[in-house]
């Protein structure tokens, strides 16, 4: 089965410090996906990141960053200098890969980060 | 990206009333998803569609009933609902279900409230 599992359920942090948000995911499968959302208090989810699991290498974008780990079955996602519009439940989720892929996404329960000014 | 409406945002309706959700997504996707989040729990994928067919049906109670008439438009439907049927429903599309993953974006949401 699969699983993703953030264990983190709030985070608070002050403005301008770095704050990491982990994820863990369990799959039987060799070949998936990972992704992190955003989701701020208006609801929607805005997309962050897609990765594949052959694609190991961390990713930087602005102040964002991944870090995947196969080895240890973890896909971080650390936010340098924080800033108050950080402030969102945020989600990672696990999609499988093969010919039965209905588009599935297992999400994690989201951590809740909160940072203020 | 901001291409998937939804429309109503905020529903309050009674146990026997009939309400529906309307979803719409201008990306010219051809796979669409409702999804259910309720406080304190994971978000739970309800139903998929690809090409209008429906693909996925995640053990969805028949009192939700969903629609696709094209690749554009999703419809939930909803009667005798039960207070606990009470979360936010959220409606994503993505290019298609394939074998790759697609990235699935996400509407706004329609926050229901069942009294």
């Known amino acids: 089965a699969q699983k993703v599992t953030q264990a983190q359920t709030e985070i608070s942090v002050v403005e301008k410090e770095d704050v990491t948000l982990d994820c863990v995911y369990e799959?039987?499968?060799?070949?998936?996906?990972l992704f992190w959302y955003k989701q701020p208090p208006s609801g929607e989810l805005v997309f962050l990141i897609r990765?594949?699991?052959?694609?190991?290498q961390n990713e930087i974008s602005g102040r964002y960053s991944w870090n995947f780990q196969k080895s240890t079955s973890s896909f971080n996602f650390t936010i340098t200098a924080s800033q108050v519009v950080d402030s969102a439940v945020y989600f990672c989720?696990?999609?499988?890969?093969?010919?039965?892929?209905?588009?599935?996404?297992?999400f994690g329960q989201g951590t809740t980060l909160q940072v203020k000014p | 990206e901001t291409g998937v409406t939804q429309t109503p945002r905020h529903l309050v309706m009674g146990m026997t009333n009939k309400k529906s959700l309307k979803c719409e997504q201008h990306?010219?996707?051809?796979?669409m998803y409702w999804y259910k989040q309720s406080a304190k729990k994971p978000l739970e994928l309800m139903f998929v569609?690809?090409?209008?067919?429906?693909?996925e049906n995640n053990s969805v109670p028949s009192r939700f009933s969903p629609e696709c008439p094209n690749s554009s438009h999703l419809f939930l439907h909803l009667h005798t609902l039960q207070p606990e049927d009470s979360a936010l429903y959220l409606c994503?599309?993505?290019?298609?279900?394939?074998?790759?993953?697609?990235?699935?974006?996400f509407g706004p949401g329609t926050r229901l409230l069942v009294l």
């Open positions: 990306l010219g996707h051809n796979a």
């Open positions: 569609y690809n090409f209008k067919e429906q693909t």
């Open positions: 990765r594949n699991s052959f694609d190991e």
């Open positions: 994503a599309s993505s290019f298609t279900t394939s074998i790759t993953a697609e990235t699935q974006y």
């Open positions: 799959t039987r499968d060799t070949t998936y996906y």
């Open positions: 989720a696990l999609s499988g890969y093969g010919s039965g892929n209905t588009g599935k996404l297992i």
